[in-house]
């Protein structure tokens, strides 16, 4: 019988996976815990010092961690960028790692081995691949020893080099989820950007507790460097996208379909605060942005808290819709929301909102599958592009500090600085995980 894994490795996975080396495949012992790690442009310094971490974690727990370092950029990256990644494989070479095609294996110590994948020397990627590729060649080849009883673990987990690891980092308990996302925290010391960083993690909060607000069960956050990921699930939903950037966003949008995301209760990740440019857009894209922004001062605008009231005030009505009987109602709904918030019916039409819900009556006779049909359409992805829509028109983004005066979980009167704001809503987000790792459960679950 044709595992899952098999299916997976032998039609969508990387083709690394079918080139893995006679030295890490005739691995004696094995590994406990895996570890994918995008790499591009990073000094060597900084990689080092999460390598430490990680063999510092693992060792806690008595466990052989592999680390998959995927080492990549293309022909028309910055030279600095093309440097970082010649100084580690200098490194390596200087040090006698054994290589085997693009691949080197690195046993730091007892409880840390590396598989340095070199695609920034012969095989570089092209200028359309990035951290989605990366990442997926880590998750990949991972997956491949999980199917060759090589890797023991029952997650997949994924960070970068920026990343400093909590010491309950592999603490899992008996969780059972398509993915975890750990809480984080940027780390804005000695960072010239720091007021534009923390403006950009109010607005990452602030969609983030929109989502909450509003009932949506695509309510968890983002970040490629706070993932941990089932790798059944992984396998199920074609792995990481080879997308340039937000493939954290489109991979965890897959997973929620068939399965739980848990907004994990844990010591935070802590980020290092930095310009990057490695990505089109994300974290780092937006802090420069934003900080050009600032410079000249002008405003920084986040989301009208209108736009979440009037999700919440859509998708409280579809569900109610679909739990009953009579998709004739299905224009009543819009069109009272419609009344509340002028501008959604076109936001709605647009997406093709009244086909969904129509199809959803049509396709499916239970309740329960009704609703998660309509969540596997409207899902994480269009709830964003209705929040952009209605953010045109008729709720334009607003200054932030106005937009979070109406933000429920904010007390006005209890913050005057950007700083201050975020602290509280820090607070709120992390207090929120327990109640989101009860709530979650399948689309369309209703009990």
Request: net charge neutral; hydrophobic share 40%; aromatic share 10%.
């Amino acid at each position: 019988m044709v595992s899952v894994f098999d299916k997976y490795l032998s039609q969508y996975a990387c083709p690394e996976v079918h080139h893995l080396p006679s030295f890490l495949l005739n691995s004696s012992q094995g590994f406990d815990l895996g570890v994918s790690l995008p790499l591009r442009g990073e000094s060597l310094q900084q990689v080092s010092a999460l390598l430490q971490n990680l063999s510092d974690l693992a060792r806690k727990y008595g466990q052989r961690l592999l680390v998959v370092a995927v080492l990549n950029h293309h022909l028309k990256s910055s030279l600095e960028t093309i440097q970082e990644n010649h100084l580690i494989l200098d490194s390596l070479n200087s040090r006698g790692v054994p290589r085997s095609g693009h691949f080197l294996l690195e046993n730091m110590d007892s409880s840390l081995t590396v598989l340095w994948v070199d695609r920034a020397s012969e095989v570089t990627f092209t200028p359309k691949q990035g951290v989605g590729l990366a990442r997926k060649i880590g998750c990949d080849i991972l997956c491949s020893l999980i199917s060759r009883g090589i890797l023991r673990t029952s997650w997949l987990w994924t960070t970068d080099a920026d990343a400093s690891l909590p010491l309950d980092y592999f603490e899992m308990g008996h969780l059972k989820a398509a993915a975890i996302h750990y809480t984080y925290r940027h780390n804005v010391s000695n960072f010239s950007g720091a007021e534009a960083l923390t403006l950009y993690e109010i607005h990452l909060r602030h969609y983030f507790l929109g989502l909450h607000w509003a009932q949506s069960p695509f309510a968890y956050p983002t970040i490629g460097s706070c993932l941990a990921i089932h790798p059944e699930s992984y396998v199920q939903v074609r792995g990481f996208p080879d997308r340039l950037a937000g493939e954290d966003f489109h991979l965890l949008n897959k997973l929620r379909k068939i399965g739980p995301v848990f907004y994990r209760r844990s010591s935070p990740v802590i980020l290092r605060g930095r310009f990057s440019e490695r990505v089109p857009f994300g974290t780092g894209q937006s802090t420069l942005q934003i900080f050009e922004c600032l410079r000249h001062n002008e405003p920084y605008r986040i989301y009208a808290w209108d736009t979440f009231d009037c999700l919440k005030l859509f998708l409280s009505g579809a569900i109610e819709l679909l739990a009953g009987d009579n998709p004739g109602a299905v224009e009543d709904l819009l069109n009272r929301v419609q009344r509340s918030y002028p501008g959604f019916l076109d936001s709605a039409r647009e997406l093709g909102v009244p086909e969904i819900l129509v199809q959803s009556f049509h396709l499916r006779k239970d309740p329960e599958q009704r609703i998660r049909h309509f969540y596997t359409c409207f899902d994480a992805l269009k709830t964003l592009r209705l929040i952009h829509l209605l953010s045109d028109n008729p709720f334009p983004k607003l200054f932030w500090k106005t937009a979070l005066e109406k933000n429920p979980y904010l007390n006005r009167d209890s913050w005057t600085s950007a700083q201050e704001a975020l602290d509280i809503l820090q607070r709120q987000d992390e207090q929120l995980t327990e109640i989101i790792e009860k709530a979650s459960k399948p689309l369309g679950n209703t009990r």
